[in-house]
């Protein structure tokens, strides 16, 4: 068994043991996808005044509430513009209030869907469980219970849930229990599952396909196979070349793998020009500190604070914008987001958030009691593993030597510049 360290960064998922060898990223390979327009929105927004007048003839008709609420979705997913998601949102919901029982559980997994999204997760748990007990066909309602018990760090009862809802043969079922093995540390276990769950895609089910491969691809990097890894995002490119999703895996490869600096922020910057989210803007500011552009940086990091911080984003952004106030000294909105994160989700990760608040604040005691009780032993994701072993240090811990190597192994996921303070923590 591989014991993996997680990292949930702009993409997300496993860990790396490869030692940095020849490049791998080929621009020849990718350039002509930074050439793709944007997608063409013109079909969704078309649908979007179809349903509206459909609405508008039937004020009472949920059927067309829920076309228009996948509209916005869609429209959300393309554009990145919150307020998409949020539409969708309220129009779920007044379609699930005008339906009965059983035809309200279409409606009840979207809002628990979306929920996720917003990282209102224990309404995302709410909305499944209803959705459960409305239908006899319970098995896609307790998945999607099963995802939002994961994120509010219940994880004996989404364990359960797999225990109890067996579907070797699913692709969603397969999909949830390499999450789970990813949870748990075994990454070869979750590897196998998700390349179990890709075979079992039929050649229509386009979107899983991209989905999974793409999946792999993350995979594939965090487990130290970077020339699969690669291989993955740009054969998800060949099925569709508006997926900015793998052209982000590119950019992490040829940024943290390759030290391609002008190659990453090409690709990044391209992918920011595209969306309305802020995703992007941390990514390219690490890539300008590590050439030593500190203005340019602390430019990027004011532009992702000013959006991500906005009412509509919610707790989306929260892990980001506490370790960026910790960094400022901005100790008191820290710990408010961390506390917020705890109270919304007592996870290993959360508490983490906390206790490297702590540290930065000088409380580093305080710091080591919260992951000696809330956190060691319980995650295997690499920032955390990183915070853990520099507060260990900081304690005189022996311990921090454990950590701080386990952290050095995954610095494919942790980037450049973690891995250059981490071994001048080892040094120091």
Same mark, same amino acid.
């Given at each position: ?87 969708? *949102? ?306 005189? *811990? ?31």
């Amino acid at each position: 068994m591989t014991k993996k360290l997680y990292l949930m960064t702009l993409l997300p998922i496993f860990s790396c043991t490869q030692q940095k060898s020849e490049p791998i990223s080929n621009s020849a390979d990718y350039q002509v996808f930074l050439a793709v327009e944007p997608s063409d929105l013109s079909h969704i927004n078309k649908n979007i005044i179809l349903w509206k007048g459909k609405i508008k003839e039937e004020p009472k008709g949920f059927i067309y509430y829920e076309k228009l609420g996948a509209a916005y979705s869609e429209l959300f997913e393309k554009t990145g513009e919150v307020q998409y998601l949020h539409k969708a *949102d309220s129009t779920f919901a007044i379609s699930q209030k005008l339906t009965q029982q059983k035809w309200k559980v279409p409606s009840l997994l979207s809002l628990s869907s979306i929920s996720i999204k917003k990282h209102d997760f224990e309404s995302a748990a709410k909305y499944a469980v209803e959705a459960r007990e409305l239908t006899d066909e319970k098995f896609g309602p307790l998945l999607m219970q099963f995802d939002a018990e994961m994120e509010l760090g219940n994880y004996q009862m989404a364990y359960a849930i797999l225990k109890e809802n067996r579907r070797m043969e699913s692709f969603d079922y397969l999909v949830r229990l390499s999450k789970y093995k990813d949870y748990e540390g075994d990454l070869d276990s979750a590897i196998y599952y998700m390349e179990e769950a890709h075979s079992l895609i039929k050649r229509h089910q386009k979107e899983r396909l991209l989905w999974a491969t793409a999946n792999l691809g993350d995979m594939y990097g965090h487990a130290g196979r970077i020339q699969d890894s690669y291989q993955k995002y740009l054969d998800v490119l060949a099925m569709d070349s508006t997926y900015d999703y793998a052209l982000k895996g590119i950019a992490w490869v040829a940024f943290s793998h390759d030290g391609k600096t002008n190659e990453a922020r090409e690709i990044l910057e391209n992918l920011q020009a595209k969306t309305a989210m802020p995703d992007y803007y941390l990514p390219l500011a690490e890539i300008y500190e590590y050439e030593g552009n500190e203005a340019e940086a602390e430019k990027l990091i004011n532009q992702f604070v000013a959006e991500s911080s906005k009412p509509q984003y919610g707790g989306m952004y929260n892990k980001y914008l506490i370790e960026i106030y910790s960094d400022r000294g901005q100790f008191d909105k820290a710990l408010a987001l961390a506390q917020e994160e705890i109270t919304n989700r007592p996870t290993p990760a959360a508490y983490d958030w906390l206790a490297w608040t702590l540290h930065k604040q000088g409380n580093t005691n305080g710091a080591l009691e919260i992951y000696q009780r809330n956190v060691e032993g319980k995650t295997f994701e690499p920032d955390v593993i990183y915070h853990m072993g520099t507060v260990y240090h900081a304690a005189g *811990d022996s311990k921090a030597e454990k950590y701080l190597e386990e952290s050095l192994e995954a610095s494919y996921e942790l980037g450049p510049m973690t891995k250059k303070k981490i071994k001048s923590t080892i040094n120091g």
